[in-house]
């Protein structure tokens, strides 16, 4: 295991439901990230937290909305999600948020919007 | 435009033989380049990390090579097992100032046959 636990493994959604998505490190890093992974493309960064600050935001539609209340806890709220939005989650933890750092990732969550 | 392309897309290998993936990018300026191993319904793991001034490093059975002139970088793997199954992912990173970008290839998908 490498330390970055994510939960749930898999959900199903509707389109009007809300749901949250977890992550836990406790490999006592300072920054956390969310990703998204689709079939054919690319992994692509959705977020990035370092010491509880949120510091990039890639253009992510509003239905996605993070919250990182400590250095170790992650979430990813959804709401009013699209089919397209199905995909592997991808959370991960580093040091810091700099070039060198390598990157934990967790399991991910499998979302299916229907 | 800063990419990473891989190949070849897809490998199928028997149990026992070697093996060599292909990473070719476009990145600038340049700083480091990683291979991750992705298990199917994982995340990705680290194999190697190397800088500019690395053209080699080794992980095991996995021995990754960096030519920074002709910016290609190639992960080789010895005496497969069937375990070594998983998508093989290069992802190169660019420093621009204060600022980190991770730039993520599509992976190769290995299989090993017994």
């Known amino acids: 295991e490498t330390g970055v636990t994510q939960t749930p493994r898999h959900l199903v959604m509707g389109m009007t439901n809300k749901k949250s998505l977890k992550c836990e490190q406790h490999l006592g890093h300072n920054a956390m990230y969310w990703y998204k992974q689709s079939a054919k493309k690319p992994l692509e960064l959705m977020f990035v937290y370092n010491f509880k600050e949120q510091t990039e935001n890639n253009s992510v539609p509003s239905r996605f909305s993070p919250e990182c209340p400590n250095s170790s806890h992650l979430f990813l709220h959804l709401h009013t999600l699209q089919p397209e939005d199905s995909a592997l989650y991808l959370c991960?933890?580093?040091?810091?948020?700099?070039?060198?750092?390598?990157?934990?990732f967790g399991p991910g969550t499998r979302l299916t919007v229907t | 435009k800063n990419q990473v392309e891989q190949s070849p897309q897809s490998l199928i290998i028997l149990e026992g033989k070697n093996c060599t993936l292909q990473c070719n990018y476009t990145v600038s300026p340049f700083s480091n380049l990683r291979w991750y191993k992705q298990d199917t319904g994982r995340g990705p793991v680290s194999l190697t990390i190397?800088?500019?001034s690395e053209n080699t490093k080794s992980n095991g059975r996995y021995t990754a090579t960096l030519d920074a002139d002709t910016k290609q970088s190639s992960l080789h793997i010895t005496a497969s097992q069937l375990s070594d199954s998983a998508s093989y992912i290069c992802?190169?990173?660019?420093?621009?100032?204060?600022?980190?970008?991770?730039?993520w290839g599509l992976g190769t998908s290995l299989a090993v046959n017994p």
């Open positions: 190397m800088t500019f």
């Open positions: 991960a933890s580093s040091q810091e948020s700099g070039n060198y750092y390598e990157q934990y």
């Open positions: 992802v190169v990173s660019a420093n621009a100032g204060n600022n980190r970008k991770l730039i």
